[in-house]
């Protein structure tokens, strides 16, 4: 007997401003209770001390989550100087304190060159990949350290927005996979003083930016008037990079039983597209060299 569903069918995303001091997934679960939502998932882990864009994807939005994860993102992080933690946060403990040289404007701006472009990051191990199976940071948390290989990443650009001499607030543009406290670390051992996250705030990830986010109070009281509805963004709203193709009922009809499809108008362009009929999304298809769309990610928005 198949297990009851608990909670409703509730389509769309919500940008969420996360606070901090809580898991991203105490925050998910936050939104998911204010919508009673039977199916929820986030797209991409904030640390407790982050804040900032959180994506929430409610029921079949979460199928597109995985594409979501793969968005670029930008943050605005304030580091410490002269300071090296165990998680390379201030959230963790101090492990050592060392003088700060004197650093030049011209220093600094050649430092954070030296990082922008394709790079390579070594994980921290307090971070949620995993090891064996297990989390790091659960192995980080028993003393135990494992090697972590080299991550190719991309900084887009690092902008200085403010130079106390022990304070550096930055703004960091950055593909997926990027950490900031790694970031962070690496700028200390360039100056050979350390360094560890004191903030950090995303400010971007993919086409959705910090200012059209609400915090949890903000949804809490769109429950309470009611209007929880009016915030959610539509399901393929992240996946508007890839093109949209009308098909007519019978076409659609095939699609949602998983069958290709010929190509409507003589369409050739090879690749993934977005399927709809009568505007309504149906799904992702791949178009294919035999003229025809094979679908790879069908959508029930019912």
Do not use: W
């Not at 135990?144 to 130079?163: H, M, N, Q």
């Not at 106390?164 to 950055?174: I, M, S, Y």
Request: with cysteine; glycine share 8%.
């Amino acid at each position: 007997m198949a297990r009851r569903k608990k909670g409703l069918d509730i389509h769309g995303i919500v940008l969420l401003d996360k606070r901090g001091g809580i898991s991203s997934n105490k925050a998910l679960q936050e939104v998911k209770r204010l919508y009673n939502a039977n199916k929820a998932g986030h797209t991409g882990s904030l640390d407790p001390l982050a804040t900032g864009l959180l994506p929430i994807c409610l029921g079949e939005a979460t199928k597109a989550s995985a594409y979501m994860l793969a968005d670029d993102k930008r943050y605005q992080t304030v580091i410490q100087l002269g300071v090296m933690t165990e998680t390379g946060d201030v959230d963790g403990n101090v492990l050592e304190v060392k003088e700060i040289p004197n650093i030049t404007e011209a220093e600094l701006t050649a430092c954070l060159n030296s990082f922008v472009g394709e790079i390579e990051q070594v994980p921290p191990m307090y971070s949620a990949l995993k090891h064996n199976g297990k989390k790091l940071y659960e192995l980080a948390r028993e003393g135990i350290t494992v090697e972590r290989k080299a991550r190719k990443i991309t900084i887009y650009g690092i902008e200085c927005l403010d130079f106390t001499g022990e304070l550096l607030t930055l703004d960091v543009r950055c593909s997926k996979g990027t950490y900031i406290r790694t970031l962070a670390e690496d700028i200390g051992h360039y100056f050979s003083c350390g360094a560890t996250v004191k903030e950090l705030r995303r400010t971007g990830a993919g086409d959705f930016n910090l200012a059209d986010a609400l915090t949890i109070e903000q949804v809490q009281e769109l429950n309470s008037a009611g209007t929880l509805q009016s915030i959610l963004i539509s399901v393929d709203k992240p996946l508007r990079a890839f093109p949209a193709i009308e098909v007519d009922k019978v076409a659609a009809d095939l699609i949602m039983q998983g069958q290709q499809v010929a190509m409507p108008n003589g369409n050739s362009e090879l690749g993934m597209c977005r399927l709809y009929h009568e505007q309504k999304f149906l799904g992702l298809g791949e178009m294919l060299m035999n003229a025809k769309i094979q679908p790879k990610r069908l959508f029930n928005l019912n």
